[in-house]
């Protein structure tokens, strides 16, 4: 026999019904905190992984151009290949951060 409570709901639809409140504040709270600050924070992040990829790129390039001189710039191609590379690191990491967001959307 189950127990009724002055609503006429028994304990599981109440257990229920407070566990959905807590998971909903709980989401609430973690949504407050990636405000303005985490948004630049993913900014600088972000462009520190491009730029880092990029001048390791350059700094490559630029050895390899002193060390065999040749017809083609070691230096430009590194460059290119150093930016595309950090902009690959950079969207993977944002997607990663971005997935438990779009999964509390999903669940929401």
Do not use: H
Request: avoid cysteine.
């Amino acid at each position: 026999m189950t127990q009724r409570g002055r609503d006429g709901k028994n304990k599981e639809e109440l257990s229920d019904t407070v566990e959905k409140k807590v998971a909903r504040r709980l989401k609430a709270r973690r949504a407050r905190q990636r405000g303005v600050w985490f948004g630049m924070g993913m900014f600088g992040l972000v462009g520190w992984t491009v730029a880092i990829y990029t001048i390791l790129g350059v700094a490559l390039g630029t050895w390899i151009d002193r060390r065999w001189p040749s017809d083609y710039s070691w230096t430009l191609m590194l460059l290119l290949l150093g930016l595309g590379a950090g902009i690959v690191n950079a969207w993977k990491w944002v997607k990663k951060e971005m997935e438990p967001a779009d999964e509390e959307k999903d669940n929401g």
